[in-house]
């Protein structure tokens, strides 16, 4: 399938591919198929999808919303747990599940837990999808660290990000990382430091940061974090006709307000690819 995504400034249009069915494969047409919810101890499949199919045999395939991979770090060594985590898990189902996104959640994992889901991920076929979206919750630090579940820590980068461009599959289409991570051991009683930091590359990617490098973010251990619900509220309202670099923009902005009139600053960042335009709305109506 030829790819061809234009000019930077236009928005990413929902690439289609062309195939004719032989007899054999029309008579398999009926056969079962795998659902886009999965249980979460299954390996990740492509979605399945419903093929119109004309006179001549002729079939069109449009590509679907993103995956989406949640790694859900909340309890940790020594007894100590996220709280507020799991409100940030259950807005995020929702929200992209009213998006037709495939998901999966990864509760709890260890280092070796993570490197597991990120090389399927990597040797996965995503022909049909339209690009991935993966959601780190977890404690970190500088230089792109995440803390695993057992204490160990991964890298953002070398870890995460590489490896996922080393799959044909996802050429040309995006690869988003969201990252809820916690900075160092400064804490109240509901509120605990949140920090990460980025370094470029040049693949079609973005970072979404719920801070900048050295500053807080606040996680309400009854509410959840004030950029995931954020987040979730803004793309409830507006994944559908905004590309989602514009709606990170205002997410930051919103952050950042109301992170001030709430008695503290706190600044989110991204960093990005040379980015084409991405709407989620081009391809919710294209799944079953």
Known sequence: MAENYGDSDKRLQPASMYFKLDSEMMADGDSGSATADNEDSKPFESASMFFPVDAQGVIQVKLLPPLVCILH????KNNERRDGS???VEALKKTFG???CQIIEVPNPT???????IAELA????DQLSGLVIIILSHGGRKEKIESCDGQSYDLDDDVLFPLRDNSTLKGKPKILIVQACKNETR??????DSSRFEPDYSYYMKCYSTTEGMLSSRDTV???IFIQTLCTAMDQHALTKDFKVIMEEVNAMVEKESA????????????????????????????
């Open 111 to 117: 280092l070796a837990e993570v490197k597991k889901k």
């Open 188 to 193: 109240t009683k509901k509120v605990r430091a």
């Open 86 to 88: 799991s409100q940030d």
């Open 73 to 76: 770090h909340v309890d940790f």
């Open 98 to 100: 009213s998006l037709k």
């Open 123 to 126: 040797l996965a076929e995503f």
């Open 223 to 225: 509410e959840g974090t």
């Open 261 to 288: 009139q709430k008695g503290f600053r706190q600044v989110p960042a991204i960093l990005c690819s040379p980015w084409t335009p991405y709407c989620f709305g081009d391809y919710v109506n294209n799944a079953p």
